[in-house]
Nanobody, 123 residues
Framework: QVHLVESGGGLVQAGASLRLSCSAS????????MGWFRQAPGKEREFVAG???????TYKDAVKGRFTISRDNGKSTVYLQMNTLKPEDSAVYFC?????????????????WGQGTQVTVSS
């Protein structure tokens, strides 16, 4: 069973930075695409960033140039560095991954999800 645990959320002011971490267990980490999604109150969950098994990355347009996704296969961990945060970035952020290896960094249909970590950006 794949287990994902996010950490690093919090309450910050606009313009600040946060780094989210997602630790994975239960299988070989390096062969699987990993992604970050977010869900704000009253809105649908949306894709934020993804990284595939060869470290190719993709981002939601609204976060390009501000967020950076990376992975450390030795630690089975994926990160989301978030800079210049805006109030509209406030949401619960979820880590997710696919059931099958070598998938797309867009993660169109992830199978496994973490419990989420809250990010709140005040204006």
């Amino acid at each position: 069973q794949v287990h994902l645990v996010e950490s690093g959320g919090g309450l910050v002011q606009a313009g600040a930075s946060l780094r989210l971490s997602c630790s994975a267990s239960g299988r070989l980490f390096e062969d699987y695409a990993m992604g970050w999604f977010r869900q704000a109150p009253g809105k649908e969950r949306e894709f934020v960033a993804g990284i595939n098994w060869i470290h190719g990355v993709t981002y939601k347009d609204a976060v390009k140039g501000r967020f950076t996704i990376s992975r450390d296969n030795g630690k089975s961990t994926v990160y989301l560095q978030m800079n210049t945060l805006k109030p509209e970035d406030s949401a619960v952020y979820f880590c997710a991954t696919d059931k099958s290896p070598y998938g797309s960094n867009t993660l169109p249909n992830p199978t496994y999800w973490g419990q989420g970590t809250q990010v709140t950006v005040s204006s």
